[in-house]
């Protein structure tokens, strides 16, 4: 799959401008180098991943409930296989600082492996979300792993740290997703996180096939995840 080929269709069809189309192209090195950088502190290889021409704005009419998705995790389950998918917004590519794209995608990858383990043990039904922006905020933090338990690089600790210590927030790239991207009238996707849900029925998930090796990973990553958590209560 070509990551940038829906950006290349809103350019052939007059939706992005020439100079945004170059700009994420020329950019679009920053999120390869960190798909590699990630690669290589956890010894997993990292899902597909792919560039959506828009910023995808979610919440309520309560402008306290609204915020920028700068990119999410998209599971797609057939039968006896699941694929999770990644999408990023085309601002984020093309405006985000390089700590800020790997943190993200750092972040996306954590939900990956929490999605897979869950599927795995058979624990996801039905996952529903919170409507409430800052409720989501909160589920968000509490059951990803530990970065500490997948990444053996203490700079993309860092990253994930520093930028997700409540849910993600970054002004500067805001300012510019308002002055370069809305302002300028580039398509703005719009979702409601009351519909962003994951349902699954019980023969769809013992149908599911996983990599034996991705298990095994997992496996050793949720004992060293376990014992973190403890000495963060002791």
């Given at each position: 799959?070509?990551?940038?080929?829906?950006?290349?269709?809103?350019?052939e069809n007059d939706i992005i401008p020439?100079?945004?189309?170059?700009?994420?192209?020329?950019?679009?090195?920053?999120?390869?180098?960190?798909?590699?950088r990630i690669e290589k502190a956890s010894s997993i290889k990292y899902p597909i991943?792919?560039?959506?021409?828009?910023?995808?704005?979610?919440?309520?009419?309560?402008?306290?409930?609204?915020?920028?998705?700068?990119?999410?995790?998209?599971?797609?389950?057939?039968?006896?296989?699941?694929?999770?998918?990644i999408q990023l917004s085309a601002p984020l590519v093309a405006y985000g600082l390089k700590g800020t794209i790997h943190a993200i995608l750092a972040h996306e990858f954590l939900h990956y492996l929490e999605l897979v383990t869950r599927l795995s043990n058979n624990e996801l039904i039905s996952d529903e979300i919170s409507s409430n922006l800052f409720e989501n905020v909160y589920f968000d933090n509490t059951r990803l792993l530990e970065p500490r338990s997948v990444f053996n690089d203490n700079t993309l600790i860092s990253h994930i740290t520093k930028r997700f210590p409540?849910?993600?927030r970054d002004y500067k790239l805001e300012d510019k997703v308002l002055k370069f991207w809305v302002e300028q009238k580039l398509p703005v996707s719009k979702i409601s996180l009351d519909t962003n849900t994951v349902k699954l029925n019980a023969t769809q998930l013992s149908?599911?096939?996983?990599?034996?090796?991705?298990?095994?990973?997992?496996e050793i990553i949720k004992t060293k995840d376990s014992k973190l958590r403890k000495k963060k209560l002791y």
């Open positions: 799959m070509n990551p940038l080929e829906k950006v290349s269709q809103s350019f020439k100079t945004t189309y170059e700009l994420i192209q020329k950019r679009f090195s920053l999120v390869s180098d960190g798909i590699m991943i792919y560039v959506e021409p828009s910023i995808i704005v979610s919440g309520n009419t309560n402008s306290l409930d609204i915020g920028i998705l700068y990119a999410r995790t998209i599971p797609l389950i057939s039968d006896d296989s699941i694929h999770v998918v409540s849910g993600f149908n599911i096939k996983f990599d034996e090796l991705l298990l095994q990973q997992l």
